[in-house]
């Protein structure tokens, strides 16, 4: 059996190293066939060495970075074959496929980069760091209050925008010894700046519900996903109320780690197809396109789990319900908004409707929504965010510049004194 098993091991890993190669020599003819990237272009660079899977974590800053490009040209290096061919496939920034150290060091050599900016926290990012002069800065891919957000990795970065002062709050309850007033810039959400996409219904009288659960998590503390726990009875009761349009829009991850909660996944997708068959009018949603935003603006209610959703919701100030993990290994924040949010446990999501309309009529409920805004996002007014994401930049610019004058002039400091030395010799 032991030599079965590991001659399906080195069949698995042969047939992806040869999938690999396919796929970096396929983006390479891409990358060929396209504009060059021309030396000492970029001064901003966007490091992602994930695949496609987590092309999400990317796709959100697409419109905020093709903004920031129009004044400091950004480019992504791409460490991934599949990654970089769905960059390219996308709305994103020139692509530059590096996905050896040596391929990464030819081609910063050639370009003046002096941000480089992190969407997670992948561990090949270690691999950038050893370049110095310049800054590496965690933008992160959305604002939750996840214990992702806290760990102590944010402390190898030079600085992390955030993005208001609950984010702040949260770091400084958890990491010793780190300078958050120094190394954290504010930036809101910028992409909240950006929302598109046109909606795939014609709306109507219909109570529009956006539930958008997360995947089941590859952990006991990090078990926040619904689908199999809440999902297919709020769903089933929307379908069944005649008055609902449900828009389902589930982590692309769903289902990777844990059979159940991938069936549970199929299941709903299946109520959604039936549903519409039985009532077009009715004009249900099951949503895994890469736009993000028309969902989020559009819902009059939203139910997410913990996760960047809360925040992605919370950045549009509309009532949204939070499901409460079953498991309960799962750390849940209960300092920020999630103290004072608005709980779906499971065994009430079969009372959704109910629930639905309980949060849209309550004053009070409402009230407490804005202030929390406020806390996690700051000003929202459209366009204060990109500004406040501009600023940052600028700020970073500015210091590159502070520190690379210092070294030159302390450079030159060092060749005046060998001129002195050379002079006395002379003498």
Known sequence: MGAVSDAKKAYRLLKRALASRTAVQRVRRRLAASEPHQPGRYQVAVYFADGAVNMYQMRQWYRPLAELAKHWPVVVLSRSATGADKLLDEDAPPVALVPTVRDLERFIATQDIRVVLYVNQNTRNFQMFRYGRRWHVFINHGESDKMYM???????????????QAARDRLSRTLWDYDIDRRTLEIGRPQADHYSGSLPYTPDERTVVLY???????????????????????????????????????????????HEYGAAHKRIIAAITAANAGDPRAQHIYDHGAELGWQLAAADVAVVDIS??????????KPLLITRPADERASVDTNGYLSDCEWLEADAASEIVAEVERVRADVAATARLRMWVQHYFGDTTQGVATEKFH??????????DHWHAHEVGAVRGDEDDDDEEVADEEI
């Open 391 to 400: 600023a940052a930049i600028s700020h970073l610019m500015h210091e590159w």
């Open 212 to 258: 958008a659960p997360t995947w089941e998590g590859d952990r006991p503390s990090a078990h926040y996903g619904s689908i199999a726990t809440h999902g297919e009875a709020l769903v089933q009761a929307l379908l069944a109320s005649g008055r609902h349009r449900v828009i389902y829009r589930p982590h692309p991850r769903s289902g990777v780690v844990d």
């Open 150 to 164: 806290t760990t102590n990795q944010y402390k190898a970065y030079d600085y992390a925008f955030v993005a208001g």
């Open 308 to 317: 960047a959703m809360v925040y992605d919701r919370l950045a549009v100030g």
